[in-house]
């Protein structure tokens, strides 16, 4: 019985020895097989999160060229003040010549106005002076200096 019982004892010691022993020979498969579950659910959300990262980086490095580029066109206009200063006397210099070229051909129109009128009034003073004169005299025989069906060789008009 003793025997029996001893057999008995030894048994569940080698049992258990053999269940411990075949326990952690598969631990580490076990901790494998829960390591590549976590990876198989949180691995397609970790892909999601570096694309949007590689995107938020793309679009912040153009943000950040436009905002330096920016800031390069204001630093360049700043350093054109002085072609603005220049590009203001040019058209200040092109308005007043302007004004002075109207106004001297304003003054050629009025001084031709003028030439103009006086030789009006001459010419029809001369003419007066030609009617009364031949009236006058009873000059017949005498041509007039203006012949309408000739063309004119010249401007003045002298009477005979």
């Known amino acids: 019985m003793e025997d029996q019982e001893m057999q008995l004892k030894v048994k569940r010691v080698t049992d258990k020895f053999t269940e411990s022993m075949y326990v952690l020979a598969n631990e580490p498969s076990i901790a494998l097989y829960r390591l590549q579950e976590h990876v198989r659910r949180s ?4 892909v999601q999160h570096k694309t949007d990262m590689q995107s938020w980086e793309e679009q912040s490095q153009g943000a950040i060229y436009t905002v330096e580029y ?13 072609y603005f200063k220049n590009i203001d006397g040019l058209v200040r210099q092109a308005i007043s010549l302007k004004y002075i070229y109207i106004t001297s051909l304003l003054n050629v129109n009025v001084t031709l106005a003028y030439c103009f009128f006086s030789l009006l009034i001459c010419f029809t003073f001369n003419l007066l002076t030609f009617s009364v004169f031949k009236h006058t005299c009873h000059f017949s025989s005498v ?9 004119p060789t010249h401007t003045s008009v002298t009477p005979p």
């Open 143 to 151: 041509k007039p200096a203006i012949n309408p069906n000739d063309t």
């Open 43 to 46: 691995l397609p959300e970790l």
């Open 70 to 82: 920016a800031c390069s066109a204001v630093k360049s206009m700043t350093n054109s003040s002085l």
